[in-house]
């Protein structure tokens, strides 16, 4: 299509041209006739008044009664005299068109009669005629004297130099309207490359982002509205190949959260119906056979009621995973070591039922601009995240300093290591990087209630493996203690 145009460009400027060429070469040609036309007509005007004065002063000196007889009596001294004077050839006719005395017999012989015809008819008349490169005038007109036509004087002369340098001017003109005709010609062909072939690569880019091809860029270094249209161009296939790559993320961000979403109605439905079917079986069997054997009642009992408290434990996380923060919830300057010491006492007897132990070193007045109930959340979770996945027979160390401006908290534990991404995606709501270690009855909602509560406080927290132990540090901003 784009090639066409270029053809376009080509045929349409190749018709303007040489149709200018030809209207110029004509109008010259026209104007340089005309003129020499004029030239012509001049000099025969001037030629016929001289003639005349001659022929006039020949009749009033020797004065005949018989103007024709005298008029050819003196033919030979007519065609003497104007022959010299006029620097031409000079014949003498009768008024009947009868040569009766010329300069150059062969000149009229051969010629053609069409201005002697018309003289014969009592008009004045000249026709040109051209032989090879030479131009002759043959001119005639009646000579009257007194009223009466006596005879007829012809005069050939020659204009060659004339039309010569008329022929030399046209040349010039021609080939000076060549040479414009082919520089403009060139001119044209050179622009309609220069704008054709931009536009055909840029339909060639554009027919290949159509098939989907979007790693294409034009590179055209021209400062020109097709410059600018290659800038815009390659702007817009890049903020396709953004605007796609986002979409893909999103895809697969999507996809993911889909198939977490999945996992955990999997894990819900198989940890809430454990302790509910577990529930119904002993609550069964006490039915039957509890009141005669008070051990077994006893061992059912005691199964149902951790039973149901493992399934209030599973309910309560779900609350606090899907909760929406309140605005109206009240926040205050509270003592963060404080809560994080007492966090600490308390979770010593659940890890010394995993045969673990909580060791820790907390710096007095940490204070934080925050919830007391929160932080407590917080600590519980991380320390019970820390509980359930570290080594057997491990240490949790326990630490919580002013480093800067903020109030670091740091839990750590020897643990498996995983790879680096997976950390920060443990913070996101069911996800779990292993299902087999994970402990009965968790859904992995704690870490996801850990940075809800976190950025609550506008904090930030971060989760890292460093010599085969796995370091969770949290950072508060500090408020200085006023004395």
Request: a positive charge; proline letters at 1%.
């Amino acid at each position: 299509m784009l090639r066409t145009i270029k053809s376009k460009f080509i045929i349409g400027f190749f018709l303007i041209f040489s149709l200018s060429f030809l209207v110029l070469n004509q109008t010259v040609k026209k104007m340089i006739l005309a003129s020499n036309q004029e030239i012509v007509t001049s000099d025969l005007i001037e030629l016929k008044k001289n003639s005349i004065v001659y022929v006039n002063q020949a009749f009033l000196v020797n004065h005949y009664k018989n103007n024709k007889l005298y008029f050819g009596d003196m033919a030979d001294d007519m065609v003497n005299h104007l022959s010299h004077s006029t620097e031409s050839n000079v014949g003498v006719y009768t008024v009947d068109g009868k040569l009766l005395s010329s300069s150059a017999k062969k000149v009229f012989a051969k010629s053609r009669d069409d201005d002697l015809n018309k003289a014969i008819n009592g008009m004045t008349a000249y026709h040109i005629t051209y032989d090879r490169n030479k131009a002759e005038v043959f001119f005639s007109y009646p000579v009257v004297i007194e009223g009466k036509k006596v005879g007829i004087l012809r005069f050939s002369k020659d204009f060659s130099l004339l039309y010569k340098q008329s022929v030399g001017i046209l040349d010039i003109m021609f080939y000076i309207a060549l040479a414009i005709f082919a520089a403009a010609f060139l001119f044209s062909y050179i622009l309609s490359r220069h704008i054709s072939i931009p536009l055909v690569k840029l339909t060639e880019a554009s027919s290949e982002v159509k098939k989907g091809k979007l790693d294409v860029e034009i590179n055209f270094r021209r400062k020109d509205e097709i410059g600018q249209l290659a800038t815009n161009f390659n702007d817009m296939i890049t903020r396709i190949r953004e605007q796609i790559s986002t979409i893909e993320r999103d895809r697969d961000r999507l996809k993911e959260l889909n198939e977490q979403e999945k996992r955990f109605y999997d894990n819900i439905t198989h940890e809430l119906k454990t302790p509910l079917t577990s529930i119904q079986g002993y609550a069964e069997m006490i039915k039957e056979k509890g009141e005669s054997d008070q051990d077994f009642f006893k061992k059912g009992m005691n199964h149902i009621v951790e039973e149901s408290q493992r399934l209030h434990n599973l309910v309560i996380k779900l609350l606090e995973a899907s909760r929406e923060t309140s605005r109206n919830d009240q926040f205050d300057r509270v003592d963060s070591g404080k809560i994080l010491k007492d966090v600490c006492e308390s979770m010593k007897f659940r890890a010394e039922r995993y045969k673990k132990r909580i060791t820790y070193d907390i710096e007095e007045d940490l204070y934080v601009y925050g919830q007391t109930n929160s932080l407590r959340q917080l600590f519980i979770n991380l320390l019970d995240n820390a509980i359930k996945y570290s080594l057997a027979n491990s240490e949790i160390s326990v630490k919580a300093a002013i480093v800067g401006e903020n109030v670091l908290f740091m839990f750590k534990n020897p643990s498996t290591s995983f790879e680096n991404n997976q950390y920060s995606k443990m913070f996101q709501p069911f996800y779990s990087v292993n299902q087999k270690i994970m402990e009965e009855g968790s859904l992995g909602l704690g870490l996801s209630i850990v940075k809800t509560i976190v950025d609550e406080h506008g904090g930030f927290i971060k989760m890292f493996n460093k010599e085969k132990h796995t370091i969770v540090n949290v950072e508060i901003h500090h408020m200085k203690v006023e004395k």
